[in-house]
């Protein structure tokens, strides 16, 4: 009996240690692979270089086009996500009565199940021809319908997250206010959200992460043409969307053009890894404040 | 108008932009869906569902695509699910606050957040290169096992955590050991919670592409795997592949495999919410 507990309890530590077994395998995999890469490559060629060309005959390696096209992504997805969903976040719980808040937010929670490669589909028929109609000069492939359709995507976990920090301030905050004689609204912006606003943080910051390594709707809408620039109507490309075109060709393992894929995933790495560590940093500090 | 007039007026005005924001969204889905429907819905029928891919667009089919799928599902399940469950007994009924179960949490909770297409990274090194799998069925379920594994964790860890602490006590006190307690009261007690996080995680896993295109998943496999060593494709890799040319043929095919995709994907999520709202109501501690 005894031997058997044992044994079942180190079975299930094993399973618990695997994950930092996966993290480890990350780093290791990222970094083995990305040194080889900055021996043939200087890094301040890397970080300074104004273009990406790995895959042409004459071969360039700066990092900054395919950062540029995903801040670019990036930035108009939080420009559509933080707004709509913040206001969906104060709407559902200082105006809309909780009937109507149980039943959107089920709903909404659908735009986070679709598959991002149903996402990108539609950016490239639907959204494209219609900026089209009305942006003559926007190309078949650009940032701005990628990073729109991205933005939809990400409104649940904007509006959800910040709905959670708002419904966490304390009743006696709002009550103040209304007793003070404020409307809904000055309630809303003037006590409610600065009261919510480490919570709020965290969700943009959460949902910058997620539109930082989204690969798919950019694969299909965004182009695949590197490019420094901040210009959302002509086609880009992503750091994801590099290490998706040069998976599809047929780029021989162990070539400088293999281990280019690594040193763009490092960066793309390095980036998500600071913001989640941000984000649990900024929730460690203020989470408490009001218990 | 004085002040508190147009500080009313300001606040109706936000109810309305309220409204607009909270319906937009699911405008712009409902929107969507119909296009979807409207393209695609004429060209699925049983040739569709049965037909191997072709070169022209009026004879393909997704027989490869959803046979990949299908089997990349089972085969995820059976990797990360013992994994998971087990991993979130270990750190909710084990684990003393010990520095390395401080460390685990922090740990699981970044996994969660590395994006999808490193993870392709890691399989391509590790299960293709390493251990020699090439862009196989089992290569591909390894990776997005890995993926799902911290959506598995979390769950089981909550639905552990809402067992309250009286049955464990009463198991202990009919004199059962640790895992008979486990294994024979919190389980059963937590289970619709743990298979809700489950068939969420399969949702999840169901919809990727990304990691599959890095591990090597092709978009064009003349046959069905008939075992997980065998070349494969999914789904979401053939609708990028036909959503990718150029020819409207494509397009309108790319939109009836959305239509099988998306039912699958809302079924499992349909499942996911029906067992929470049944477990909500049958359990009162």
Same mark, same amino acid.
């Given at each position: 009996?005894?031997?058997?507990?044992?044994?079942?309890?180190?079975?299930?530590?094993?399973?618990?240690?695997? !994950?930092?077994?996966?993290?480890?395998?990350?780093?290791?995999?990222?970094?083995?692979?990305?040194?080889?890469?900055?021996?043939?490559?200087?890094?301040?060629?890397?970080?300074?270089?104004?273009?990406? %060309?790995?895959?042409?005959?004459?071969?360039?390696?700066?990092?900054?086009?395919?950062?540029?096209?995903? $801040?670019?992504?990036?930035? @108009?997805?939080?420009?559509?996500?933080?707004?709509?969903?913040?206001?969906?976040? &104060?709407?559902?719980?200082?105006?809309?009565?909780?009937?109507?808040?149980?039943?959107?937010?089920?709903?909404?929670?659908?735009?986070?199940?679709?598959?991002?490669?149903?996402?990108?589909?539609?950016?490239?028929?639907?959204?494209?021809?219609?900026?089209?109609?009305?942006?003559?000069?926007?190309?078949?492939?650009?940032?701005?319908?990628?990073?729109?359709?991205?933005?939809?995507?990400?409104?649940?976990? @904007?509006?959800?997250?910040?709905?959670?920090?708002?419904?966490?301030?304390?009743?006696?905050?709002?009550?103040?206010?209304?007793?003070?004689?404020? %409307?809904?609204?000055?309630?809303?912006?003037?006590?409610?959200?600065?009261?919510?606003?480490?919570?709020?943080?965290?969700?943009?910051?959460?949902?910058?992460?997620?539109?930082?390594?989204?690969?798919?709707?950019?694969?299909?809408?965004?182009?695949?043409?590197?490019?420094?620039?901040?210009?959302?109507?002509?086609?880009?490309?992503?750091? !994801?969307?590099?290490?998706?075109? &040069?998976?599809?060709?047929?780029?021989?393992?162990?070539?400088?053009?293999?281990?280019?894929?690594?040193?763009?995933?490092?960066?793309?790495?390095?980036?998500?890894?600071?913001?989640?560590?941000?984000?649990?940093?900024?929730?460690?500090?203020?989470?408490?404040?009001?218990? | 108008?004085?002040?508190?007039?147009?500080?009313?007026?300001?606040?109706?005005?936000?109810? &309305?932009?309220?409204?607009?924001? !909270?319906?937009?969204?699911?405008?712009?889905?409902?929107?969507?869906?119909?296009?979807?429907?409207?393209?695609?819905?004429?060209?699925?029928?049983?040739?569709?569902?049965?037909?191997?891919?072709?070169?022209?667009?009026?004879?393909?089919?997704?027989?490869?695509?959803?046979?990949?799928?299908?089997?990349?599902?089972?085969?995820?399940?059976?990797?990360?699910?013992?994994?998971?469950?087990?991993?979130?007994?270990?750190?909710?009924?084990?684990?003393?606050?010990?520095?390395?179960?401080? $460390?685990?949490?922090?740990?699981?909770?970044?996994?969660?957040?590395?994006?999808?297409?490193?993870?392709?990274?890691?399989?391509?090194?590790?299960?293709?290169?390493?251990?020699?799998?090439?862009?196989?069925?089992?290569?591909?379920?390894? %990776?997005?096992?890995?993926?799902?594994?911290?959506?598995?964790?979390?769950?089981?860890?909550?639905?552990?955590?809402?067992?309250?602490?009286?049955?464990?006590?009463?198991?202990?006190?009919?004199?059962?050991?640790?895992?008979?307690?486990?294994?024979?009261?919190?389980?059963?007690?937590?289970?619709?919670?743990?298979?809700?996080?489950?068939?969420?995680?399969?949702?999840?896993?169901?919809?990727?592409?990304?990691?599959?295109?890095?591990?090597?998943?092709?978009?064009?496999?003349?046959?069905?795997?008939? !075992?997980?060593?065998?070349? $494969?494709?999914?789904?979401?890799?053939?609708?990028?592949?036909?959503?990718?040319?150029?020819?409207?043929?494509?397009?309108?095919?790319?939109?009836?495999?959305?239509?099988?995709?998306?039912?699958?994907?809302?079924?499992?999520?349909?499942?996911?919410?029906?067992?929470?709202?049944?477990?909500?109501?049958?359990?009162?501690?």
């Amino acid at each position: 009996m005894r031997v058997s507990e044992k044994i079942i309890e180190g079975l299930l530590w094993l399973s618990a240690v695997i !994950t930092i077994l996966i993290t480890i395998g990350i780093v290791w995999v990222l970094l083995s692979e990305s040194v080889s890469f900055f021996r043939e490559v200087s890094i301040v060629e890397f970080l300074t270089e104004k273009e990406w %060309t790995p895959l042409f005959a004459v071969k360039k390696f700066g990092i900054l086009p395919l950062v540029a096209g995903t $801040f670019l992504t990036t930035a @108009i997805a939080i420009a559509v996500a933080l707004p709509i969903g913040l206001t969906i976040a &104060v709407y559902l719980n200082e105006y809309a009565h909780a009937r109507l808040k149980q039943t959107v937010k089920p709903l909404l929670e659908i735009l986070a199940t679709i598959p991002t490669v149903v996402y990108g589909f539609f950016a490239l028929t639907v959204v494209t021809p219609f900026l089209q109609s009305f942006i003559p000069k926007l190309a078949g492939f650009n940032a701005l319908s990628a990073g729109m359709v991205m933005g939809i995507m990400i409104i649940p976990m @904007i509006s959800s997250l910040s709905e959670d920090a708002i419904s966490a301030v304390p009743k006696s905050l709002r009550e103040a206010a209304y007793g003070m004689g404020s %409307t809904r609204l000055q309630t809303s912006f003037g006590v409610m959200v600065p009261a919510a606003s480490s919570g709020i943080i965290v969700s943009v910051i959460l949902a910058v992460s997620r539109a930082v390594g989204e690969t798919m709707i950019v694969a299909i809408a965004a182009g695949q043409q590197p490019r420094l620039t901040l210009n959302p109507l002509v086609p880009i490309e992503t750091i !994801t969307t590099y290490i998706v075109q &040069v998976s599809l060709g047929d780029v021989p393992h162990g070539s400088l053009e293999y281990r280019t894929i690594f040193a763009a995933g490092i960066t793309l790495f390095i980036f998500t890894f600071a913001l989640n560590n941000i984000s649990f940093w900024i929730k460690k500090k203020y989470q408490e404040k009001y218990d | 108008m004085t002040n508190s007039e147009s500080n009313r007026l300001k606040d109706k005005a936000f109810q &309305v932009f309220g409204i607009f924001c !909270t319906f937009i969204g699911l405008v712009v889905l409902a929107i969507f869906l119909f296009n979807i429907l409207e393209e695609g819905l004429s060209r699925i029928d049983w040739d569709f569902i049965i037909s191997l891919p072709s070169r022209r667009a009026g004879r393909a089919g997704i027989l490869t695509a959803w046979a990949g799928t299908l089997w990349i599902l089972v085969l995820t399940a059976i990797i990360a699910f013992p994994l998971g469950v087990g991993a979130g007994i270990y750190l909710e009924e084990y684990a003393r606050k010990t520095r390395l179960a401080n $460390f685990l949490e922090i740990n699981i909770a970044n996994l969660a957040g590395v994006p999808s297409i490193i993870y392709g990274l890691l399989g391509l090194e590790i299960f293709v290169r390493q251990m020699h799998m090439g862009g196989s069925l089992l290569a591909g379920a390894c %990776t997005l096992s890995l993926l799902i594994l911290p959506i598995i964790i979390v769950t089981t860890r909550e639905a552990i955590k809402a067992v309250p602490r009286s049955i464990r006590d009463g198991s202990y006190a009919l004199g059962a050991s640790k895992w008979q307690t486990v294994w024979a009261q919190v389980l059963p007690a937590s289970f619709g919670g743990i298979l809700t996080g489950m068939i969420l995680s399969l949702s999840r896993a169901v919809g990727e592409a990304a990691p599959l295109i890095v591990i090597g998943a092709l978009a064009y496999v003349p046959f069905t795997p008939s !075992t997980p060593l065998d070349e $494969f494709t999914v789904l979401p890799i053939q609708i990028f592949n036909w959503t990718s040319r150029p020819q409207a043929g494509f397009q309108t095919n790319a939109a009836a495999a959305i239509i099988v995709l998306l039912l699958i994907t809302f079924l499992l999520n349909g499942i996911a919410v029906y067992l929470r709202i049944r477990q909500q109501k049958k359990v009162k501690w």
